[in-house]
Antibody, heavy 122, light 107 residues
């Protein structure tokens, strides 16, 4: 079955960077895009951006531009999300999700990874 | 960015009840709307896409409707496993946005 498995929880100090991985299985990795969504404690869902493993094209949420980098490694079917200059506001659960549908932005997300908790604390 | 406003923000209901959750968009989004269910400490799960298309494996008691700016998710007869938080999502244009969520609790 289609599955996304993310890397483990991270604790970072303010100003540091974090890189989260998302390993896909059960489908052709290059044929489906990946989105990242985060959720601060007790809050709603915030879309961060989208990447095409096929050609590496990305679209990032404007408020994260300059701090966010999404990449993929098709040889290992793994997507990565790196966020720099972390602050306490970046403390959240980070999810990757496979993008499904006819084409960007007309896409929905299924399935989602299990989530990676990133805690930013001094 | 397109804003999605869900109502109510929380809802108490009993097993067997019929429940409706509303999602209103700040501008027209044609049929580019999905619904997700999230249980505590779990990732969201897709329920409905394209306003009313039921995702594979989702029980038929879930249904979606609407167009333009006003959309609804209906659960025809609540089951114990349905108590969760529900989010709408628009994919008409970037940035993709979600509603703030509706928490469905047991009465």
């Amino acid at each position: 079955q289609v599955q996304l498995v993310q890397s483990g929880a991270e604790v970072k100090k303010p100003g540091a960077s974090v890189k989260v991985s998302c390993k896909a299985s059960g489908y052709s990795f290059s044929n489906s895009d990946i989105s990242w969504v985060r959720q601060a404690p007790g809050q709603g869902l915030e879309w961060m951006g989208w990447i095409s493993p096929y050609n590496g094209k990305t679209i990032y949420a404007q408020e994260l531009q300059g701090r966010l980098t999404m990449t993929t490694d098709t040889s290992t079917s793994t997507a990565y999300m790196e966020l720099t200059s972390l602050t306490s506001d970046d403390t959240a659960m980070y999810y990757c999700a496979r993008v499904v549908g006819p084409g960007p932005p007309y896409n929905w997300f299924d399935p989602w990874g299990q989530g990676t908790l990133v805690t930013v604390s001094s | 960015a397109i804003q999605l406003t869900q109502s109510p923000s929380s809802l108490s209901a009993s097993v067997g009840d019929r429940v409706t959750i509303t999602c209103r968009a700040s501008q027209g989004i044609t049929s580019a709307l999905a619904w997700y269910q999230q249980k505590p400490r779990k990732a969201p799960k897709l329920l409905i896409y394209d306003v009313s298309s039921l995702h594979s494996g989702v029980p038929s008691r879930f249904s979606g409707s609407g167009s333009g700016t006003d959309f609804t998710l209906t659960i025809s007869s609540l089951q114990p496993e349905d108590f969760a938080t529900y989010y709408c999502q628009q994919f008409n244009s970037y940035p993709i946005t979600f509603g703030q969520g509706t928490r469905l609790e047991i009465k």
